[in-house]
């Protein structure tokens, strides 16, 4: 009998832990609008693709960007406000709990209207990339996760008497700081003198009047940059030479020849192995995707697939790295693919309501 409950306890066990495995958090930012009520939260089941328990995280103004620090300890999102000085917005970090989350502290971001939050890999800094004002704030971490006052203030307008800065996105490497600002024309550099950020040796790369670079990635090795441009619809590729400096070796449409009406992109991701590159398109409405040549960084077209939406402003690759999810903001669902991991092709598995999401983020 002993022996028998053993059995019994041990089988329960391994699929109490099989059934963990196949499940992981997704966050779900949001605007405040259709309904909207903050940041949401569903288990997604890495077997069948299925998004279910549904959950209200936190009653938030326009949680409209979110991201986790790489020890999946904290989770720092945006909203819009003008509680702060000076400001008409916010980061509030927040602990991750086993039974969700908790607030640490807010802090305003100093610029108008912030769109992207960046952390560093060691979680020290994180910035806040503001797109009214063209401007960023580089924070301090503090050990349990929160935002110190009085961040670092760099304020893009004055690079350009011209051109209106548009900060859009920022990324931390071991090289420094990467920021693509959407109204330069420019992915700007940033090192760390040991007090505060300072221009790069390559301070700027520069891109076509009227590109817009918008996000970024790298590949693993940061031999190889990808950046898609919202106003021109491409995605340029750079590469790194002995100097560390990156130079574009080629651009590439993101959308059908046939394609004639208006359309900006939004979002870029890599699949987990580095072969494949997708990118999305607000107005094709698709996702467009690209094989990746690892040895020459450079892209050769793969297809693309409809989002089953409208206006997919931001899109993830799962954990498991066999599911691609879109957050279509004017259509309110969130749509489910199946990726095949061999060719990098798209199948529609279904969809869930959820009003204007814009932002997805897997715990993992």
């Not at 350009?160 to 024309?185: E, N, Q, R, V, W």
Request: proline share 3%.
């Amino acid at each position: 009998m002993k022996q028998r409950n053993l059995v019994l306890i041990l089988c329960s066990l391994v699929l109490f832990i099989s059934c963990k495995e196949e499940s992981s958090k997704l966050f779900v930012g949001t605007f405040s609008e259709n309904g909207s009520e903050g940041l949401y939260s569903y288990s997604f089941n890495s077997k069948t693709g299925e998004l279910n328990n549904k959950k209200l995280e936190a009653e938030i103004k326009d949680p409209s960007f979110l991201t986790l620090s790489d020890n999946k300890k904290y989770l720092y999102v945006i909203k819009r406000t003008e509680e702060f000085k000076d400001s008409k917005g916010a980061i509030i970090a927040y602990k991750i709990k086993e039974d969700g989350i908790e607030e640490i502290n807010t802090v305003g971001t100093g610029g108008g209207y912030p769109c992207h939050v960046g952390v560093s890999k060691e979680g020290n800094f994180l910035a806040a990339s503001c797109y009214s004002d063209g401007s960023l704030s580089i924070y301090k971490v503090a050990e349990d996760g929160s935002l110190k006052s009085n961040p670092q203030y760099i304020n893009h307008k004055i690079l350009d008497s011209i051109k209106k800065a548009k900060a859009h996105a920022s990324i931390f490497t071991p090289d420094g700081l990467f920021t693509a600002d959407l109204g330069l024309d420019a992915v700007k550099r940033y090192t760390y003198n040991g007090k505060k950020f300072v221009p790069g040796k390559q301070a700027s790369l520069n891109f076509p009047d009227g590109a817009g670079p918008r996000h970024f990635k790298f590949s693993k090795d940061k031999k190889f940059l990808y950046v898609i441009n919202e106003l021109n619809s491409t995605i340029t590729v750079l590469n790194k030479n002995e100097d560390a400096e990156y130079t574009a070796i080629e651009t590439k449409s993101t959308l059908d020849k046939a394609f004639k009406d208006k359309n900006s992109c939004a979002d870029i991701h890599l699949s987990k192995d580095g072969n494949y590159l997708y990118g999305s398109n607000r107005g094709e409405n698709t996702i467009v995707i690209f094989k990746i040549d690892k040895e020459t960084g450079k892209l050769t077209l793969v297809g693309r697939e409809s989002v089953h939406g409208d206006w997919p402003r931001n899109f993830v690759i799962d954990p498991s790295n066999t599911f691609l999810l879109v957050a279509n903001q004017k259509t309110n669902n969130i749509s489910v693919f199946k990726r095949n991991i061999k060719n990098g092709t798209l199948s529609f598995l279904q969809e869930i309501k959820n009003p204007s999401p814009v932002c997805l983020e897997f715990l993992e």
